[in-house]
Structure formats: structure tokens, C-alpha cells
């Protein structure tokens, strides 16, 4: 039976197949708003149209409906959904855990999971938004801060002014710049630098012995080198690592 596990975010849907160790194999991330870009990548994973077991987490009620949709049509009867952290077995300290995200509580799941118990950690998701996840030395999720990615930090600079371009932040530039463009790539990507470094220091304070520290999400590979951290890891596929854990625990 093909075991799928997907993390649908507010920029990107990030499938990926779970093989028999319980890994999560050929991930790969496809548009939001592109049904045909799903089809074509299923039809692909299933040519046979052999049964299929989905678990998916999702921070997008209306994308979520359209991929709902897509299963029903490809006749995939089994699905279980994961729409916020109360769907999640991560232990936490939310006030509301039906209202916080399933993919930041599942990303600290998968983190956890990678560390021997006793050690508090922080996790920094990339995404559309940046979240700074706080875990205390017993594996209890705190909570943690939600702040403006990088894309998106870019394209409300565009959008919410007559002059400024759009610009996609690639790699680190240098931190001033003598005309707009460059200006505005220092600003944007050393300022998103700066939040999350503020925050992971501001949430280390208390944490004893010094936490570990796992990045993830789309923006990783280009934010994680600028930070030094002891023994930090960038796991692309955290979110997908927790919902197989989650959802297809070896037995
Ligand atoms: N091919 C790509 N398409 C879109 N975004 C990309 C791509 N490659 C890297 N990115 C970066 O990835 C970020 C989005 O990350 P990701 O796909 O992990 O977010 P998401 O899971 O959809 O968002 P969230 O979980 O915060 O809702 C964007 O800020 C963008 O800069
Ligand atoms: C913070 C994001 C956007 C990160 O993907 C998502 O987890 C979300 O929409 N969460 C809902 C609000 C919350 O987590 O408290």
C-alpha cells in the first residue's frame, strides 16, 4: 500500500512517500494553486492507481478543500487530516492548541524525536511565515513566535509602496547597497536574520543546558549559515518526518 504523507503551507504543498522503514522518501514540493501540477506528479507516484493511505497537515482551510477534492476524485478513500496542533500528540503548553498550526506542532514532534531526551531545544521554521518554536529540557513544547518570512516580507514591501520592486532574496548580499535593489535585499534578508537571531537568543534564556537548534521549511539553506549555533542541523523534511511518525509509527 503506497503511504503518502503531505504538509500543505500557505506557499507550497510538500508530498512525500513513506517506505517501509517509516522514512519519507522522494519528497518534493508543488504550487498551491496548481491541481494539474498534483495530477501529473501523482499519476507519476501511481501509474497502477493502487491503493493509497494519505495523511496530510494543513494551515490552508481553502486549498485544503480543492486537495480533498482531488483525493476524492482519484478515489482515495483514505485520508486523515491534521488542521491544527490539537490533532497532534506532541506534548505542549498551547493555551489553544486548536488554533495553532498542526505543521509547527508536528515539526516539533519530529525535532524532539532527533534528540536524547533531557536537552532543551528551538526549532526556526522558514516558511511564508517564520516560527520560532521553544522546547524545554523535559520535550514540552512552550509555545513560540510567529513572525513574516522572507518571500513575504519581500513581496508586502512591493506591494504596499508605489516604488519598490520585488525582489527574491537568494542568498546572503552585503548588508548596504548604493541604489534600491540592493538596498532592499540588505534590509529584507539581514532583517529577517536579525528577528529570528533576537528571538532564538531571547527564548535560550532559561534553557539549561544549552538547547539544540533545527531549522527547517523553504528559506533554511539560505538563513541557517548565517547564524552560529552549536550542532544546529537543517532538516528539510521536518514537518513530513513528524506526520509519518505521527500518522505510519512503525509497529
Ligand atoms: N520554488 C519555490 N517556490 C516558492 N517558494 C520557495 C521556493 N524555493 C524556496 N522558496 C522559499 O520558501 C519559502 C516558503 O517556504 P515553505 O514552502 O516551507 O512555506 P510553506 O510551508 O508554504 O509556508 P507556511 O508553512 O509558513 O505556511 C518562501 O519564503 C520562499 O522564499
Ligand atoms: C504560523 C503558520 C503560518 C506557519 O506555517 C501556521 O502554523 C499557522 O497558520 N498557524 C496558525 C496560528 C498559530 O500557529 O498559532
Known amino acids: ?26 519528497s518534493l514540493a508543488l504550487p498551491n494553486d496548481n491541481p494539474e501540477a498534483w495530477a501529473v506528479t501523482w ?21 485544503a478543500e480543492q486537495l480533498a ?9 483514505e485520508v486523515t ?6 490533532d497532534v500528540p506532541t506534548k505542549h503548553q498551547l493555551e489553544a492548541p486548536e488554533t495553532a498550526g498542526a505543521d509547527r506542532a508536528l515539526a516539533v514532534g519530529a525535532a524532539v524525536a532527533m534528540h ?7 526549532i526556526v521554521s522558514c516558511g511564508t511565515a517564520i516560527t520560532v518554536e ?30 519598490l520592486p520585488l525582489i527574491i532574496p537568494c542568498e546572503a548580499p552585503p548588508p548596504w547597497g548604493r541604489s534600491t535593489r540592493p538596498a532592499l535585499e540588505a534590509g529584507l534578508f539581514w ?14 534564556v532559561g534553557l539549561s543546558p544549552s538547547p539544540w537548534l533545527v531549522w527547517t521549511g523553504g528559506d533554511a539553506s539560505i538563513l541557517a549559515s548565517t547564524i552560529e549555533w552549536d550542532g544546529a542541523v537543517v532538516v528539510p523534511d ?3 518526518d513528524g506526520l509519518a511518525q505521527v500518522a505510519f509509527p512503525l509497529i
Open 81 to 86: 487530516w491534521y488542521r491544527s496542533a490539537a
Open 69 to 77: 477534492t482531488f483525493l476524492a476524485d482519484r478515489n482515495v478513500g
Open 134 to 163: 521553544r522546547v524545554s529540557a523535559d520535550g514540552i513544547w512552550q509555545g513560540g513566535a510567529i513572525a513574516p518570512g522572507l518571500a513575504l516580507s519581500s513581496r508586502a514591501l512591493h506591494l504596499l509602496t508605489a516604488q
Open 116 to 122: 536524547p531526551p533531557g536537552r532543551p531545544g528551538l
Open 191 to 204: 532583517g529577517v536574520v536579525g528577528a529570528i537571531r533576537e528571538l532564538l537568543t531571547r527564548q535560550a
Open 1 to 26: 500500500m503506497l503511504r503518502i504523507v503531505a504538509d500543505l503551507g500557505n506557499s507550497r504543498l510538500k508530498w512525500g512517500r513513506v517506505d517501509r522503514t517509516g522514512k519519507v522518501v522522494e
Open 238 to 240: 521536518l514537518v513530513l
Open 43 to 63: 499519476s507519476r507516484w501511481n501509474p497502477d492507481q493502487v491503493a493509497s493511505r494519505w495523511a496530510i497537515t494543513t494551515v490552508n482551510p481553502p486549498v
